[in-house]
């Protein structure tokens, strides 16, 4: 099976803290990837060393290596511009730019070089309509994006990230501010996405990490206590830590 | 250091879910028990008291199949949680099905009541019935104290049901053709080694879920279970 990413005993630090320690996860392509553990351990950290955007922390330090499509994304020559291209991330908040629908999705196209407006038009259509938003927004892309609903704030992100045609998407609680039937979009979203892009979801909801994901790795205090295939980790964990959590015996 | 929140109510709702298979066990053991005394020594009150307990039992069953519904919708149990509400709900449902075996055992009774029934079968049958009251003291036991070496217990007692079960057909079938005129009753007692041979069964069935509550796999071939065995005394 060929992995998207390999992370091979990866060791972050902040300062003086250990964060993260001695992971060790392949990520298989045009899959999805649950992450879950109780807050603080390590899991948001750990999606956001796989585009480098802890870089921008003064007391980050890392060992171990961590490699895209076989290559090591820390090396000095990497692009981080690039490389964040090649690994979009969604953050738990939908954070839309104060532009219009349209712009919210062409800015990453633009930033990438893109100038003949009939292509970005083109693709700005495709990606809202990748992000099931397009039939809800093609009579308004010029209307401020802030005046969307929360789901349709987060669709529009999503269709942002997946603009750029990223190889990776990584997503950050996703639905963490999302009613139920705008959760059911995301997801139902997620589903068809991972048959073009491979998925990193991290996520405090147990039922929608069986719901949405093959993998599951499981976090605590800055390690991967046990990670496989998601019914299996869900219906018979190995780890007493994993079973205790995954049954809110402690979180 | 680790902050511990157990979730108390829903370790309560599983405690009392537990709790209710636990009742139920007792009732339909109680009437097993009370309809193999109807059968050897007929006592109208007796059949009464176990058709009542069957009818008890399917209440029983319904309302623990609705709490186990309800905390399913309410909780979202995973692992052995999930796994120990679903060995519940079957549990409960083969001991509903037993108690309903008692119940047909204790209605045939009457049949048999004031014949001369020949000595071999009734020694398979009374033979059978000892060891299915064991086999269902032990499924209940399996599986309240979640013992795997006591469904290794059920499992040799079945084949020895089995075994008992072939002698009474047997041993009936060669007194039908000694005295045709007991054909008429003696079918009655081929429905009593039928019904427990099927009790024994239901036993089985509860240490199959009680195995598979514990280790998330089914004992299926010889010898399985000797190993699921071994590799939870190592855990």
């Known amino acids: 099976m060929p992995y998207r990413i390999e992370v091979e005993d990866l060791n972050v630090y902040f300062g003086e803290s250990h964060i993260l320690k001695d992971i060790n996860i392949n990520i298989e392509k045009n899959m999805v990837t649950s992450l879950i553990g109780p807050s603080g351990c390590g899991k948001s950290t750990f999606i956001r060393t796989l585009n480098r955007m802890n870089d921008t922390i003064p007391t980050f330090r890392k060992d171990g290596s961590v490699l895209l499509d076989g290559n090591e994304i820390y090396e000095p020559k990497i692009d981080v511009v690039d490389l964040r291209k090649r690994i979009g991330m969604v953050f738990q908040k939908p954070n839309p730019f104060p532009k219009s629908i349209f712009d919210n999705v062409a800015y990453g196209l633009r930033i990438h070089g893109m100038s003949d407006k009939d292509v970005i038009a083109n693709k700005v259509e495709e990606s809202l309509k990748a992000a099931a938003l397009w039939d809800e927004v093609k009579d308004k892309l010029e209307m401020s994006a802030m005046g969307l609903s929360g789901g349709q704030q987060q669709r529009l992100c999503i269709a942002r990230t997946i603009a750029v045609e990223p190889e990776v998407i990584l997503m950050d609680e996703p639905c963490s501010a999302l009613d139920p039937i705008s959760t059911t979009k995301i997801e139902d979203l997620i589903h068809k996405l991972k048959r073009d892009y491979t998925i990193i979801i991290v996520t405090h909801n147990m039922q929608q990490a069986t719901r949405v994901s093959k993998h599951t790795a499981f976090f605590l205090h800055g390690e991967i206590v046990e990670s496989g295939l998601t019914d299996k980790l869900f219906m018979e964990p190995e780890d007493k830590r994993t079973e205790d959590y995954i049954t809110g015996r402690f979180g | ?235």
């Open chain 2, 1 to 235: 250091m680790e902050r511990r929140y157990p979730r108390v109510r829903f370790q309560k709702k599983l405690n009392y879910l537990k709790g209710d298979v636990e009742k139920m066990g007792q009732t339909s053991l109680s009437a097993y028990k009370k309809a193999l005394e109807a059968f050897i020594d007929y006592d109208e009150k007796l059949v009464r008291d176990v058709n009542k307990a069957n009818d008890k039992l399917y209440g029983m069953n319904y309302h623990l199949e609705q709490k186990a519904m309800s905390i399913i919708a309410s909780e979202q149990p995973v692992a052995k949680d999930l796994r120990f509400i679903e060995t519940c709900i079957k549990v409960s449902s083969h001991l509903k099905r037993m108690g309903g075996l008692a119940s047909n055992i204790a209605d045939v009774a009457k049949y048999i009541k004031d014949e001369e029934i020949p000595e071999r079968p009734m020694v398979d049958i009374i033979h059978m019935a000892d060891i299915v009251d064991g086999m269902m003291s032990k499924s209940i036991s399996a599986f309240l104290n979640e013992d795997m070496n006591l469904v290794r217990e059920i499992k040799r007692d079945d084949d020895k049901v089995d075994d008992l079960f072939d002698q009474a057909l047997k041993d009936i079938s060669d007194s039908m053709f000694q005295d045709k005129d007991a054909i008429s009753f003696l079918i009655y007692l081929l429905f009593v080694a039928r019904f427990l041979e099927r009790i024994a069964d239901r036993a089985e069935n509860i240490g199959d879920r009680t195995i598979y509550m514990i280790t998330c796999e089914k004992p299926g071939v010889a010898g399985r279970l000797d190993e699921l065995i071994e590799d939870k005394t190592k855990k």
